[in-house]
């Protein structure tokens, strides 16, 4: 009996201890699986955090409808990109893919399907995903949306550059033609001296014509593929002193419509960073163009100076004005404000959009003012040598050079500047001492006495 009460008991107690070590051991383990649950939970709230704030960082519109047609997901670009998102799939494609064909594509069981869409005046591309997920009877539906609306517009540009571009070739050419199938029907012993020499003349001039348009075209090439960057020699100028010679330079031009041209220096100006060539060649159409549309016995003003951290030069004249419309499209490539009148001067509304872009080339600016019957006034204004010495030495301790042949400039002179000032140029780890220095030397540079001069006739 006792042998049984002992086994008894010895049972019982280890039944006990048994019960007591799995309770613990369950307790861990729950434990355990709380903790890693938790951390599944943390683990999927933070990549559920990560792709919301990479759908709201990107301007690629996203729309995910689920296999129930339901809207599940919608960033940022999407809401920007339509005024209107349907939560449900079907009623999405009834305003968004009927007339584009978008809806009819997925009905008929196209994977993939695009359209464009035309919103709010803008062009917006839109792709649709029909996606099968597993253990699902239905497709869920992934939209993309792109703002296309630059691209369409580049294109429809490059589409009318190309027209006018033949336009502006076949004038010139159909006169060539012209002329020179008179030259040999007619045959040359039968024309006169004077008339061979009218006709080959003709020809010579539209062949001028030509090539000056070829340039032109040549030039913008190079300005849009900023391929002229590489080709300039900037370099520091007495902007004052170029704009005097320019200016007597082209005196002789006045003479045919005796117009008077005057230019005045009406302060001491800085130097300015530029491109000789380039710097050249904006005044010298602006001038040009005085020339051209001004009045006979009328005059012609070019005044230079210098405001605040800018130069200007301002060409001004009192011919026959532009209108107020007009003046919107000017700096466009081919606009002519006059077709008959630009063209009878041999204007290809090619002068002033190039003169715009090698404006902007230099980080300048030009703007035009100018009241009908009463002349124009074109004013172009560029950083001063010391404005872009100080724009550059911010970028080189904090951003580094932005590459342009301006910033190479500005930089030698900066490290020039800084070693006649004892100053070592290590730009990165410049002390605010030296900055301050330098930032003191340079607001020298731009303040001149005031002086005023004129040239003319």
Partial sequence: MDIVIAVLASFVVVSILAWFLCKNEIKHLRRQMEQEVAEKNQSLTRQEGQAKMILSSIDLGVLYYDHKDQLAISNNAAHELLTDIPQDFLQFLDRYGEENGLRSQLFLGKSAADAILREGGNMIYLKVLAVREQQSTADSHIAMLRDVTRQFGEERQRKEFVSNVSHELRTPLTTIKSYSESLIDWGIAEKSPSQIKKDVSK?????????????????LSSLDENSINRSLHVEALDFARLIKLIVERMQDQTKAKKIRMSCHVVSQVPPVYADRTQLDRIVVNLISNAIKYGREMGEIQVYVGFLRDEVYVKVKDNGCGISEEDQKHIFERFYRVDDSRSRHNGGRGLGLAIVRELVELHQGTISV???????????????????????????????????????EAATRDLEELAHRLGIVAKWASLSEEDKHTLLAKLEQMNKLKATTTSTGE
């Fill in 203 to 219: 020809i010579y001039d539209d062949s001028i014509l030509m090539e000056k348009l070829i340039d032109d075209l040549y030039l």
């Fill in 369 to 407: 003012s100018s009241t009908l019957t009463r002349g124009s006034e074109f004013t172009v204004m560029f950083p001063s040598a010391a404005k872009m010495m100080r724009s550059t030495l911010f970028d080189l301790m904090h951003n580094g050079s932005d590459g342009s042949r301006l910033a």
